[in-house]
């Protein structure tokens, strides 16, 4: 004769929530769905932490025009650390650039300058500075007279 196993309620109810996965635990696709969230996590803080190192775009003044001596570019380090910064003077019109300075390791709250030099005759001119983003540069042009001093200038940011 064969024996006939009885259970209780109780243990029928906890037999069944025991076969199943715990609301606690996740599932294996949830492990795999949380792992790809840690995964994309650290890739956007990468980035993040990539992109605040290096300026993605140089800052550039609006254009000014000019008709007298020559032009100073002047970029300024706002940041807390040192960067690298260059200087360039370009033509509004045409992009085409008048004179250019080489990277210059710019301390913090210091400048990086530069002067066109010569008399540029009249025309519209533009300052790009790179190695500074918005939040830690800013770039100023200047016009100046035959005494050197700044008669017309236009920053950014």
């Given at each position: 004769?064969?024996?006939?196993?009885?259970?209780?309620?109780?243990?029928?109810?906890?037999?069944?929530?025991?076969?199943?996965?715990?609301?606690?635990?996740?599932?294996?696709?949830?492990?795999?769905?949380?792992?790809?969230?840690?995964?994309?996590?650290?890739?956007?803080?990468?980035?993040?932490?990539?992109?605040?190192?290096?300026?993605?775009?140089?800052?550039?003044?609006?254009?000014?025009?000019?008709?007298?001596?020559?032009?100073?570019?002047?970029?300024?380090?706002?940041?807390?650390?040192?960067?690298?910064?260059?200087?360039?003077?370009?033509?509004?019109?045409?992009?085409?650039?008048?004179?250019?300075?080489?990277?210059?390791?710019?301390?913090?709250?210091?400048?990086?300058?530069?002067?066109?030099?010569?008399?540029?005759?009249?025309?519209f001119y533009i300052c790009r500075a790179s190695g500074l983003s918005r939040t830690t540069g800013r770039v100023t042009l200047c016009g100046t007279n035959t005494f050197g001093s700044c008669v017309a200038s236009v920053s950014a940011p």
């Amino acid at each position: 004769m064969k024996r006939i196993r009885t259970y209780s309620a109780w243990a029928f109810v906890g037999r069944c929530l025991a076969s199943r996965p715990s609301r606690l635990e996740p599932s294996r696709s949830g492990r795999r769905g949380r792992i790809l969230q840690v995964v994309l996590a650290a890739g956007a803080w990468a980035t993040l932490m990539v992109g605040s190192s290096q300026a993605a775009s140089p800052l550039t003044t609006p254009p000014i025009a000019f008709v007298s001596n020559d032009v100073v570019c002047i970029a300024t380090n706002l940041g807390t650390r040192p960067a690298t910064v260059g200087v360039d003077i370009l033509d509004a019109p045409t992009g085409a650039l008048y004179a250019s300075a080489a990277p210059t390791v710019v301390a913090p709250f210091s400048s990086a300058s530069l002067n066109s030099g010569a008399s540029i005759g009249s025309g519209f001119y533009i300052c790009r500075a790179s190695g500074l983003s918005r939040t830690t540069g800013r770039v100023t042009l200047c016009g100046t007279n035959t005494f050197g001093s700044c008669v017309a200038s236009v920053s950014a940011p």
